[in-house]
């Protein structure tokens, strides 16, 4: 199947702290969908996006539809306790109807 | 209302034991998905309906039924599952490609 390389795998911050992560891939696709799982949780959507070269912020977040649609990156500044979790990329292919995920990114705030 | 409602949050079965999670959406969404996820893993995709139809069967056992009775519900009938069945299932909905919105899951034991 299609994979979605997410990088990294964990951060580990100091609160406060600006965090970057990103995901890339072979394959062109047409969604990029940035999700925060908390455990035992399903995933929240963060941000959503839907064209190549777009920008979109929500609060502290921000993230990028790559120009080639191939990657996508996700920024999150000034993090506080509660950005704790886990951090999943998921892209929708072209004429297809599901998400492939990225393995994750996990997320820890050192006080 | 903008969630997806999975019941129930929890459920233990044994392996000889039928049983049924359901799934409920009243965002007009004409998409709804099964997703399994392991521990640590991200979410993979088991199947797809579209407008009540069964669109993808990601190579699922029969042991996994599902049903969509109406636009807004979703079932996911067990029968006879193995301890490796184990996992957080999750349900989603979409309208295309947009507001695609994950419940918080059945966390599901089988013994």
């Known amino acids: 199947g299609q994979q979605l390389n997410q990088s990294p795998q964990s951060m580990f911050i100091q609160e406060g702290e600006d965090v970057s992560m990103n995901c890339t891939s072979s394959?062109?696709?047409?969604?990029w969908l940035w999700y925060k799982q908390d455990p035992g949780e399903g995933p929240v959507l963060l941000i959503a996006?839907?064209?190549?070269?777009e920008l979109t912020s929500n609060g502290r977040l921000t993230a990028q539809f790559g120009i080639t649609r191939k990657d996508s990156f996700l920024n999150i500044s000034a993090s506080i306790p509660s950005d704790v979790g886990i951090y999943f990329c998921?892209?929708?292919?072209?004429?297809?109807?599901?998400?492939?995920f990225g393995k994750g990114t996990h997320l820890i705030i050192q006080p | 209302d903008t969630e997806v409602t999975q019941t129930p949050k929890h459920l233990v079965m044994g392996m000889t034991n039928k049983k049924s999670l359901k799934c409920e959406q009243h965002?007009?969404?004409?998409?709804m998905y099964w997703y399994k996820q392991k521990a640590k893993k991200p979410p993979e995709l088991m199947f797809v309906?579209?407008?009540?139809?069964?669109?993808i069967n990601e190579s699922v056992p029969s042991r996994f039924s599902p049903e969509c009775p109406n636009s807004s519900l979703l079932n996911l009938h067990l029968h006879a599952l193995q301890p490796e069945d184990s996992a957080l299932y999750l349900c989603?909905?979409?309208?295309?490609?947009?507001?695609?919105?994950f419940g918080s899951g059945t966390r599901l034991t089988v013994v």
């Open positions: 998921a892209g929708q292919l072209p004429r297809a109807d599901g998400l492939t």
């Open positions: 965002m007009g969404h004409r998409a």
């Open positions: 996006l839907y064209k190549a070269g």
């Open positions: 309906y579209s407008y009540e139809k069964l669109s």
């Open positions: 394959s062109i696709f047409n969604t």
């Open positions: 989603a909905s979409s309208q295309d490609r947009y507001g695609y919105t």
